[in-house]
Protein backbone atom coordinates (compact mmCIF):
# COMPACT_ATOMS: atom_id res chain seq x y z
CA UNK A 1 0.00 0.00 0.00
CA UNK A 2 1.25 3.28 -0.97
CA UNK A 3 1.42 6.15 1.07
CA UNK A 4 1.25 10.28 1.50
CA UNK A 5 3.15 11.98 5.04
CA UNK A 6 1.76 15.59 5.61
CA UNK A 7 4.32 17.06 8.66
CA UNK A 8 1.68 19.51 10.33
CA UNK A 9 -0.73 21.38 8.63
CA UNK A 10 -3.09 24.59 8.98
CA UNK A 11 -6.65 23.64 8.34
CA UNK A 12 -7.54 25.68 5.37
CA UNK A 13 -9.78 25.14 3.20
CA UNK A 14 -7.16 25.13 0.44
CA UNK A 15 -5.44 22.39 2.47
CA UNK A 16 -8.30 19.95 3.50
CA UNK A 17 -9.29 19.97 -0.46
CA UNK A 18 -5.54 18.82 -0.74
CA UNK A 19 -5.97 16.22 2.26
CA UNK A 20 -8.89 15.03 0.38
CA UNK A 21 -7.47 14.65 -3.14
CA UNK A 22 -5.04 12.42 -1.49
CA UNK A 23 -7.73 10.16 -0.06
CA UNK A 24 -9.49 10.40 -3.63
CA UNK A 25 -6.26 9.00 -5.27
CA UNK A 26 -6.49 5.72 -2.92
CA UNK A 27 -3.39 6.72 -1.24
CA UNK A 28 -3.03 6.45 2.64
CA UNK A 29 -2.76 9.29 4.25
CA UNK A 30 -0.71 9.70 7.23
CA UNK A 31 -0.68 12.70 9.65
CA UNK A 32 2.50 14.00 12.02
CA UNK A 33 1.94 16.66 14.27
CA UNK A 34 3.13 17.69 17.52
CA UNK A 35 -0.46 18.09 19.78
CA UNK A 36 -3.10 16.60 18.28
CA UNK A 37 -5.64 17.93 20.64
CA UNK A 38 -4.25 21.42 19.55
CA UNK A 39 -6.96 20.86 16.23
CA UNK A 40 -10.84 19.96 16.45
CA UNK A 41 -10.48 16.19 15.57
CA UNK A 42 -12.65 16.64 13.12
CA UNK A 43 -9.94 18.04 10.65
CA UNK A 44 -8.31 14.66 10.84
CA UNK A 45 -11.48 12.73 8.81
CA UNK A 46 -9.52 12.27 5.73
CA UNK A 47 -6.39 11.26 7.79
CA UNK A 48 -5.66 7.21 8.14
CA UNK A 49 -3.27 8.01 10.47
CA UNK A 50 -2.64 10.36 12.91
CA UNK A 51 0.97 10.04 14.59
CA UNK A 52 2.15 12.38 17.50
CA UNK A 53 5.45 13.20 17.61
CA UNK A 54 8.01 16.24 18.05
CA UNK A 55 7.81 17.74 14.52
CA UNK A 56 10.37 20.01 15.07
CA UNK A 57 13.09 17.20 15.69
CA UNK A 58 14.36 15.14 12.39
CA UNK A 59 15.16 11.91 14.91
CA UNK A 60 12.04 11.74 15.50
CA UNK A 61 10.47 12.41 12.10
CA UNK A 62 12.81 9.66 11.00
CA UNK A 63 12.26 7.39 13.64
CA UNK A 64 8.35 8.16 12.96
CA UNK A 65 8.83 7.03 9.01
CA UNK A 66 11.09 4.27 9.48
CA UNK A 67 8.06 2.90 11.20
CA UNK A 68 5.70 3.74 8.55
CA UNK A 69 8.25 2.33 5.98
CA UNK A 70 7.52 -1.35 7.67
CA UNK A 71 3.78 -0.95 6.81
CA UNK A 72 3.72 1.74 3.61
CA UNK A 73 5.93 2.68 0.34
CA UNK A 74 6.17 6.42 1.17
CA UNK A 75 5.45 7.95 -2.04
CA UNK A 76 5.45 11.96 -0.98
CA UNK A 77 6.18 14.04 2.03
CA UNK A 78 4.84 17.41 2.59
CA UNK A 79 3.83 20.29 5.29
CA UNK A 80 0.33 22.27 5.10
CA UNK A 81 2.57 24.52 7.46
CA UNK A 82 5.40 26.90 5.76
CA UNK A 83 6.81 26.86 9.30
CA UNK A 84 7.65 22.98 8.88
CA UNK A 85 8.54 23.11 4.90
CA UNK A 86 12.57 22.58 5.60
CA UNK A 87 11.73 19.45 7.86
CA UNK A 88 9.79 18.18 4.74
CA UNK A 89 12.11 18.83 2.52
CA UNK A 90 14.85 17.20 4.41
CA UNK A 91 12.81 13.77 5.01
CA UNK A 92 12.07 13.93 1.49
CA UNK A 93 16.06 14.18 0.97
CA UNK A 94 16.14 11.16 3.23
CA UNK A 95 13.46 9.56 0.79
CA UNK A 96 14.97 10.68 -2.43
CA UNK A 97 11.64 11.75 -3.05
CA UNK A 98 10.78 15.11 -5.25
CA UNK A 99 11.79 17.75 -3.37
CA UNK A 100 13.68 21.31 -3.13
CA UNK A 101 16.86 20.78 -0.92
CA UNK A 102 16.10 22.33 2.38
CA UNK A 103 18.99 24.30 2.58
CA UNK A 104 17.72 26.20 -0.43
CA UNK A 105 14.07 26.76 1.44
CA UNK A 106 16.30 27.97 4.15
CA UNK A 107 17.69 31.08 2.30
CA UNK A 108 14.33 31.51 0.44
CA UNK A 109 12.94 32.09 3.96
CA UNK A 110 15.42 34.11 5.73
CA UNK A 111 15.62 37.57 4.26
CA UNK A 112 19.60 38.66 4.56
CA UNK A 113 20.44 36.08 2.77
CA UNK A 114 18.05 36.04 -0.18
CA UNK A 115 19.40 39.54 -0.51
CA UNK A 116 22.37 38.37 -0.74
CA UNK A 117 21.55 35.66 -3.75
CA UNK A 118 20.14 38.51 -5.66
CA UNK A 119 22.75 40.77 -5.14
CA UNK A 120 24.97 38.52 -6.79
CA UNK A 121 21.96 37.04 -9.41
CA UNK A 122 20.45 40.45 -10.14
CA UNK A 123 21.76 43.24 -7.98
CA UNK A 124 18.99 45.59 -9.55
CA UNK A 125 15.37 43.84 -8.22
CA UNK A 126 16.88 44.51 -4.40
CA UNK A 127 16.25 47.66 -2.91
CA UNK A 128 19.00 49.38 -0.42
CA UNK A 129 19.23 46.88 2.52
CA UNK A 130 21.56 46.29 5.68
CA UNK A 131 21.56 43.73 8.03
CA UNK A 132 21.62 45.84 11.38
CA UNK A 133 22.90 43.87 14.63
CA UNK A 134 21.89 46.46 17.00
CA UNK A 135 19.62 49.37 17.51
CA UNK A 136 22.84 51.43 16.82
CA UNK A 137 23.52 49.81 13.74
CA UNK A 138 20.56 49.94 12.53
CA UNK A 139 19.77 53.92 13.25
CA UNK A 140 23.23 54.48 11.11
CA UNK A 141 21.89 52.74 8.09
CA UNK A 142 18.65 54.91 8.27
CA UNK A 143 19.84 58.16 8.36
CA UNK A 144 22.03 57.17 5.93
CA UNK A 145 19.16 55.84 3.20
CA UNK A 146 16.84 58.71 4.36
CA UNK A 147 13.46 58.17 5.75
CA UNK A 148 10.69 56.79 5.33
CA UNK A 149 12.71 53.14 5.16
CA UNK A 150 11.10 49.27 5.78
CA UNK A 151 12.05 47.01 9.16
CA UNK A 152 11.82 43.36 9.12
CA UNK A 153 12.42 41.10 11.03
CA UNK A 154 15.44 37.87 9.04
CA UNK A 155 12.94 35.28 8.99
CA UNK A 156 9.36 35.44 8.13
CA UNK A 157 6.82 35.05 10.42
CA UNK A 158 3.33 35.71 11.49
CA UNK A 159 4.25 37.65 15.00
CA UNK A 160 6.93 39.85 13.37
CA UNK A 161 5.46 42.53 11.07
CA UNK A 162 7.17 44.62 8.92
CA UNK A 163 6.88 47.94 9.39
CA UNK A 164 7.71 51.33 7.55
CA UNK A 165 9.43 53.62 9.69
CA UNK A 166 9.23 57.20 9.15
CA UNK A 167 11.48 58.47 11.93
CA UNK A 168 14.23 57.50 14.74
CA UNK A 169 11.34 56.96 17.28
CA UNK A 170 9.97 54.69 14.94
CA UNK A 171 12.71 52.53 14.54
CA UNK A 172 13.14 52.38 18.26
CA UNK A 173 9.73 51.12 19.06
CA UNK A 174 9.80 48.33 16.17
CA UNK A 175 13.41 47.10 18.58
CA UNK A 176 11.35 47.29 21.71
CA UNK A 177 8.39 45.81 20.28
CA UNK A 178 9.90 42.59 19.22
CA UNK A 179 12.77 41.82 20.89
CA UNK A 180 11.49 39.21 22.89
CA UNK A 181 9.94 37.40 19.81
CA UNK A 182 13.30 34.91 19.15
CA UNK A 183 11.94 32.14 17.79
CA UNK A 184 9.58 30.65 15.43
CA UNK A 185 7.18 27.83 16.05
CA UNK A 186 9.93 25.66 14.97
CA UNK A 187 12.49 26.71 16.90
CA UNK A 188 14.70 28.92 14.49
CA UNK A 189 15.92 31.63 15.67
CA UNK A 190 15.11 34.93 13.82
CA UNK A 191 18.60 35.65 13.98
CA UNK A 192 20.80 38.45 15.62
CA UNK A 193 19.47 41.82 14.25
CA UNK A 194 17.26 42.88 12.12
CA UNK A 195 16.88 43.84 7.97
CA UNK A 196 16.60 47.47 7.04
CA UNK A 197 15.26 48.22 3.28
CA UNK A 198 14.64 51.30 1.32
CA UNK A 199 11.21 52.08 0.65
CA UNK A 200 9.77 50.99 -2.49
CA UNK A 201 7.24 52.65 -4.04
CA UNK A 202 4.92 51.80 -7.01
CA UNK A 203 2.32 49.42 -7.09
CA UNK A 204 2.45 45.79 -5.52
CA UNK A 205 2.36 42.21 -7.45
CA UNK A 206 2.18 38.72 -6.77
CA UNK A 207 3.73 36.68 -9.09
CA UNK A 208 2.55 32.70 -9.09
CA UNK A 209 5.22 29.98 -10.85
CA UNK A 210 4.69 26.06 -10.36
CA UNK A 211 7.59 23.85 -11.53
CA UNK A 212 7.10 20.20 -12.64
CA UNK A 213 9.59 17.78 -11.64
CA UNK A 214 10.80 17.91 -15.10
CA UNK A 215 12.03 21.50 -15.32
CA UNK A 216 9.27 23.04 -17.07
CA UNK A 217 8.54 26.66 -15.04
CA UNK A 218 5.38 27.87 -15.72
CA UNK A 219 3.71 30.78 -14.73
CA UNK A 220 -0.04 30.52 -13.01
CA UNK A 221 -0.55 34.08 -12.99
CA UNK A 222 0.23 37.69 -11.66
CA UNK A 223 -1.69 39.39 -9.14
CA UNK A 224 -2.36 43.15 -8.24
CA UNK A 225 -2.86 44.04 -4.40
CA UNK A 226 -4.25 47.28 -3.43
CA UNK A 227 -2.65 48.09 0.04
CA UNK A 228 -4.09 50.44 2.09
CA UNK A 229 -2.59 51.68 6.00
CA UNK A 230 -4.88 50.41 8.86
CA UNK A 231 -2.94 51.47 12.10
CA UNK A 232 0.54 53.53 12.42
CA UNK A 233 3.10 52.16 10.11
CA UNK A 234 1.07 49.03 9.43
CA UNK A 235 -0.53 48.43 5.77
CA UNK A 236 -2.93 45.57 4.53
CA UNK A 237 -3.81 44.47 1.83
CA UNK A 238 -7.12 45.20 0.97
CA UNK A 239 -7.76 44.09 -2.30
CA UNK A 240 -6.54 41.67 -4.92
CA UNK A 241 -7.08 41.40 -8.36
CA UNK A 242 -6.28 38.30 -10.70
CA UNK A 243 -4.66 38.64 -13.68
CA UNK A 244 -2.66 41.38 -14.45
CA UNK A 245 -2.82 43.08 -17.72
CA UNK A 246 -0.17 41.76 -20.12
CA UNK A 247 2.30 44.21 -20.10
CA UNK A 248 2.86 43.77 -16.12
CA UNK A 249 3.13 40.15 -16.49
CA UNK A 250 5.18 40.26 -19.81
CA UNK A 251 7.82 42.25 -17.55
CA UNK A 252 7.49 40.45 -14.25
CA UNK A 253 7.57 36.82 -15.56
CA UNK A 254 10.66 38.34 -17.96
CA UNK A 255 12.59 39.66 -14.90
CA UNK A 256 11.69 37.23 -12.69
CA UNK A 257 11.61 33.66 -14.04
CA UNK A 258 15.11 33.88 -14.28
CA UNK A 259 15.87 33.97 -10.37
CA UNK A 260 13.67 30.95 -9.95
CA UNK A 261 16.31 28.92 -11.67
CA UNK A 262 19.35 30.72 -10.05
CA UNK A 263 17.66 29.78 -6.38
CA UNK A 264 17.64 26.25 -6.91
CA UNK A 265 13.85 26.07 -6.65
CA UNK A 266 13.15 22.59 -7.77
CA UNK A 267 9.57 21.28 -7.89
CA UNK A 268 6.53 22.88 -6.32
CA UNK A 269 4.79 25.74 -6.24
CA UNK A 270 6.50 29.74 -5.48
CA UNK A 271 4.99 33.22 -4.81
CA UNK A 272 7.27 36.53 -5.63
CA UNK A 273 6.26 39.66 -4.12
CA UNK A 274 7.50 42.51 -5.74
CA UNK A 275 7.25 46.03 -6.91
CA UNK A 276 7.05 47.99 -10.16
CA UNK A 277 8.84 50.66 -9.47
CA UNK A 278 9.71 53.24 -12.06
CA UNK A 279 9.45 50.47 -14.60
CA UNK A 280 12.39 48.82 -12.52
CA UNK A 281 11.22 45.53 -10.37
CA UNK A 282 12.30 45.41 -6.96
CA UNK A 283 11.46 42.15 -5.20
CA UNK A 284 9.91 42.41 -1.69
CA UNK A 285 9.66 38.62 -0.74
CA UNK A 286 10.03 35.18 -2.27
CA UNK A 287 7.73 32.48 -0.43
CA UNK A 288 8.23 28.73 -1.58
CA UNK A 289 4.73 27.75 -1.00
CA UNK A 290 1.17 28.44 -1.13
CA UNK A 291 0.17 27.58 1.95
CA UNK A 292 -0.12 31.43 3.21
CA UNK A 293 -2.07 32.36 0.52
CA UNK A 294 -5.53 30.44 0.32
CA UNK A 295 -7.61 33.56 -1.25
CA UNK A 296 -4.86 33.46 -4.31
CA UNK A 297 -5.65 29.68 -4.79
CA UNK A 298 -9.32 29.98 -4.91
CA UNK A 299 -9.15 33.12 -7.22
CA UNK A 300 -6.99 31.24 -9.75
CA UNK A 301 -9.78 28.48 -9.67
CA UNK A 302 -12.50 30.65 -10.19
CA UNK A 303 -11.09 32.05 -13.05
CA UNK A 304 -9.30 29.15 -14.70
CA UNK A 305 -10.84 26.12 -13.62
CA UNK A 306 -7.61 24.60 -12.05
CA UNK A 307 -7.18 23.37 -8.66
CA UNK A 308 -4.28 24.43 -7.33
CA UNK A 309 -5.14 22.30 -4.28
CA UNK A 310 -5.12 19.36 -6.16
CA UNK A 311 -1.88 20.26 -7.93
CA UNK A 312 0.20 20.65 -5.68
CA UNK A 313 -0.16 17.18 -4.05
CA UNK A 314 0.58 16.01 -7.74
CA UNK A 315 3.43 17.95 -7.67
CA UNK A 316 4.58 16.55 -4.60
CA UNK A 317 3.87 13.01 -6.36
CA UNK A 318 6.50 13.70 -8.73
CA UNK A 319 3.81 14.09 -11.77
CA UNK A 320 4.21 16.45 -14.32
CA UNK A 321 1.83 19.51 -14.87
CA UNK A 322 0.33 20.83 -17.63
CA UNK A 323 -1.54 24.03 -17.61
CA UNK A 324 -5.08 24.42 -19.92
CA UNK A 325 -6.85 26.86 -18.04
CA UNK A 326 -10.82 26.40 -18.75
CA UNK A 327 -11.13 30.14 -18.89
CA UNK A 328 -9.96 33.50 -17.61
CA UNK A 329 -12.42 35.42 -16.21
CA UNK A 330 -10.53 38.34 -14.37
CA UNK A 331 -11.40 38.26 -10.54
CA UNK A 332 -11.24 40.56 -7.80
CA UNK A 333 -11.41 40.06 -3.96
CA UNK A 334 -11.70 42.61 -1.16
CA UNK A 335 -11.37 42.42 2.25
CA UNK A 336 -14.03 43.00 5.21
CA UNK A 337 -12.52 44.56 8.36
CA UNK A 338 -15.54 46.25 10.97
CA UNK A 339 -15.85 50.03 10.96
CA UNK A 340 -16.28 49.72 15.21
CA UNK A 341 -14.56 47.20 17.60
CA UNK A 342 -17.47 45.11 18.61
CA UNK A 343 -18.99 41.40 18.35
CA UNK A 344 -19.53 40.31 15.14
CA UNK A 345 -23.52 39.52 14.35
CA UNK A 346 -23.30 39.00 10.78
CA UNK A 347 -24.17 41.34 7.64
CA UNK A 348 -27.95 43.04 7.30
CA UNK A 349 -27.75 43.45 3.75
CA UNK A 350 -26.53 39.32 2.97
CA UNK A 351 -29.26 39.01 0.32
CA UNK A 352 -28.27 41.82 -1.54
CA UNK A 353 -25.06 40.87 -2.52
CA UNK A 354 -25.74 36.41 -2.86
CA UNK A 355 -28.21 38.12 -5.64
CA UNK A 356 -25.28 39.99 -7.75
CA UNK A 357 -24.59 38.91 -11.13
CA UNK A 358 -21.10 39.69 -11.04
CA UNK A 359 -20.42 37.98 -7.02
CA UNK A 360 -18.72 34.65 -7.15
CA UNK A 361 -18.58 34.83 -3.09
CA UNK A 362 -18.75 36.06 0.60
CA UNK A 363 -16.49 34.34 2.71
CA UNK A 364 -16.69 35.19 6.36
CA UNK A 365 -12.77 34.00 8.47
CA UNK A 366 -14.26 35.44 11.63
CA UNK A 367 -17.12 33.42 13.75
CA UNK A 368 -20.19 34.90 14.60
CA UNK A 369 -20.20 36.43 18.28
CA UNK A 370 -16.10 36.92 18.20
CA UNK A 371 -14.91 39.86 19.58
CA UNK A 372 -13.29 41.81 16.61
CA UNK A 373 -10.88 44.67 16.99
CA UNK A 374 -11.31 46.86 14.16
CA UNK A 375 -8.14 47.76 11.89
CA UNK A 376 -6.08 44.94 14.03
CA UNK A 377 -3.92 43.28 11.44
CA UNK A 378 -4.40 40.77 9.10
CA UNK A 379 -5.91 38.16 11.13
CA UNK A 380 -8.78 40.16 12.01
CA UNK A 381 -9.98 40.53 8.52
CA UNK A 382 -13.91 39.06 9.40
CA UNK A 383 -14.50 38.27 5.06
CA UNK A 384 -14.04 38.76 2.11
CA UNK A 385 -16.17 39.63 -1.40
CA UNK A 386 -15.33 38.03 -4.49
CA UNK A 387 -16.75 39.34 -8.06
CA UNK A 388 -15.33 38.74 -11.44
CA UNK A 389 -15.48 41.59 -14.16
CA UNK A 390 -14.35 42.43 -18.06
CA UNK A 391 -11.31 44.02 -16.91
CA UNK A 392 -9.20 44.50 -13.75
CA UNK A 393 -9.77 47.84 -13.18
CA UNK A 394 -13.80 47.13 -13.35
CA UNK A 395 -13.63 43.99 -11.30
CA UNK A 396 -11.62 46.06 -8.67
CA UNK A 397 -13.96 49.06 -8.63
CA UNK A 398 -17.01 46.81 -8.56
CA UNK A 399 -15.27 44.95 -5.40
CA UNK A 400 -14.33 47.93 -3.53
CA UNK A 401 -18.37 49.42 -3.89
CA UNK A 402 -20.02 46.82 -2.82
CA UNK A 403 -17.49 46.12 0.24
CA UNK A 404 -18.39 50.26 0.84
CA UNK A 405 -22.25 49.26 0.86
CA UNK A 406 -21.99 46.22 3.55
CA UNK A 407 -24.38 46.95 6.61
CA UNK A 408 -22.38 44.82 9.26
CA UNK A 409 -24.04 43.83 12.37
CA UNK A 410 -21.88 44.63 15.55
CA UNK A 411 -22.69 44.87 19.25
CA UNK A 412 -20.70 46.98 20.89
CA UNK A 413 -22.52 46.97 24.22
CA UNK A 414 -20.11 43.88 25.03
CA UNK A 415 -16.98 44.83 26.71
CA UNK A 416 -13.88 42.80 26.58
CA UNK A 417 -10.57 43.65 28.56
CA UNK A 418 -8.04 43.26 25.85
Given amino acids: MNCFIFIEANFTEFNMESIKYVSQLGLKSIFFCKNKNQFDHYNYRYFDEVIELNTTDMKSLLKATNFILKKYRIL?????????????????????????KAINISIMNNRYKLREMLKKMDPNLNPKYSLSNNIFEAELFAKDIGYPCVMKSLLRNKEIFSKKLDNEN??????????????????????????????????????????SIDGRLVLTGVFIKEVIQIKKNHFLDIATVYPANYDETDLLFKRISPIIHELGFDVGAIQVNCKIENSAVKILDIIPSLNNN???????????????????????????????????????????LLPNNGVFKGIKNLHEFLIHPNMEAINFHSDMDKWVHFNSLDKEVIGTIIVTHDTAEQALDLA????????FLIDMDCYQDS
Fill in 400 to 407: RELAAKVE
Fill in 170 to 211: DLKEYFEENNYKLQNIVGDTFGKGVLIESMIEGNEYSVHFIK
Fill in 76 to 100: AVSSLNEDFENNAASLCDFLKLPSN
Fill in 294 to 336: PLASQMIEISTGIKLSQLIIDLALGQNINWYPESLKVVAIYKL
